[in-house]
C-alpha cells in the first residue's frame, strides 16, 4: 500500500556532505511523522532524525549541527542533509514513515529499502 524509495546514498570523504531524499508513495491519505534511521554493521539500528507534518524536528545527539532534517508535504518526501561527515556516519540509511492509508483505511510504519552512506577517512 505504501512504498517508501530513499536515494542519494553514496561515497564521500569526512568533512563532506551528502543529501538524502525519501519519497512516499501509495493510497495515502495522510503521513504524520517522517524520519531517519541508521545502521552499521554490528551495531543496532539507531534514530537519526525525525520531523512532524507541521515542520518540528528531533535529533540524535550525534548528528546535531550537521544534519538537516526537512520534508515537503506536497511531495510526500522528507530530505536529510548531512554536512561534515563522521568516518562513523558510515551506516545504512532508513526512512521511516507514519502513514494513514486507504483501501482499505488503516494506520501503519513504512520502511524504506535503506540507502548506504559510506565516509571515508
Known amino acids: 500500500q505504501v512504498q517508501l524509495v530513499e536515494s542519494g546514498g553514496g561515497l564521500v570523504q569526512a568533512g563532506g556532505s551528502l543529501r538524502l531524499s525519501c519519497a512516499a508513495s501509495g493510497s495515502i491519505l495522510s503521513i504524520n511523522v517522517m524520519g531517519w534511521y541508521r545502521q552499521a554493521p554490528g551495531k543496532q539500528r539507531e534514530l537519526v532524525a525525525t520531523?512532524?507534518?507541521?515542520?518540528?524536528?528531533n535529533y540524535a545527539d550525534s548528528v546535531k549541527g550537521r544534519f538537516t532534517i526537512s520534508r515537503d508535504n506536497a511531495k510526500n518526501t522528507v530530505y536529510l542533509q548531512m554536512n561534515s561527515l563522521k568516518s562513523e556516519d558510515t551506516a545504512v540509511y532508513y526512512c521511516?514513515?507514519?502513514?494513514?492509508?486507504?483501501?482499505?483505511?488503516?494506520?501503519?510504519?513504512?520502511w524504506g529499502q535503506g540507502t548506504l552512506v559510506t565516509v571515508s577517512s
Open positions: 521511516n514513515a507514519d502513514v494513514v492509508v486507504t483501501n482499505p483505511y488503516r494506520y501503519l510504519i513504512a
Open positions: 520531523i512532524t507534518s507541521g515542520g518540528s524536528t
